[in-house]
């Protein structure tokens, strides 16, 4: 069982940063997965970034290369979504989510935990 708790959304002018963090409980952190995922009002979640468990490898949506950067520390349990020059479109709730397994996962229906999510507001 993990349990995943993000943190550091907030309000923020277009152009701007933020750094969401997602915390993990658990002694075996290193073997999952993790992504985050975010979600608008009125549409579906959608896959933003993610990290093999080892951190080696990354992937991301179209729509974020370039802006965003997806790290983990397993020695902290967390993994981290660094956002730069966002834009009023990046508004939405955003999840990070955890699954068994060495490689990076877009698909939010492989995921099997999700933390309760952090809301990510940009201002024009």
């Known amino acids: 069982q993990v349990q995943l708790v993000e943190s550091g959304g907030g309000l923020v002018q277009a152009g701007g940063s933020l750094r969401l963090s997602c915390a993990a409980s658990?002694?075996?952190?290193?073997?999952?997965?993790m992504g985050w995922f975010r979600q608008a009002p009125g549409k579906e979640r959608e896959f933003v970034a993610a990290?093999?468990?080892?951190?080696?490898?990354?992937y991301y949506a179209d729509s974020v290369k370039g802006r965003f950067t997806i790290s983990r520390d397993n020695a902290k349990n967390t993994v981290y979504l660094q956002m730069n020059s966002l834009k009023p479109e990046d508004t939405a709730v955003y999840y990070c989510?955890?699954?068994?397994?060495?490689?990076?996962?877009?698909?939010?229906?492989?995921?099997?935990?999700w933390g309760q999510g952090t809301q990510v507001t940009v201002s024009s």
């Open positions: 989510g955890a699954r068994r397994g060495s490689s990076v996962y877009t698909a939010s229906g492989s995921y099997n935990y």
């Open positions: 658990g002694r075996t952190f290193s073997s999952y997965g």
């Open positions: 990290i093999s468990w080892g951190g080696d490898s990354t």
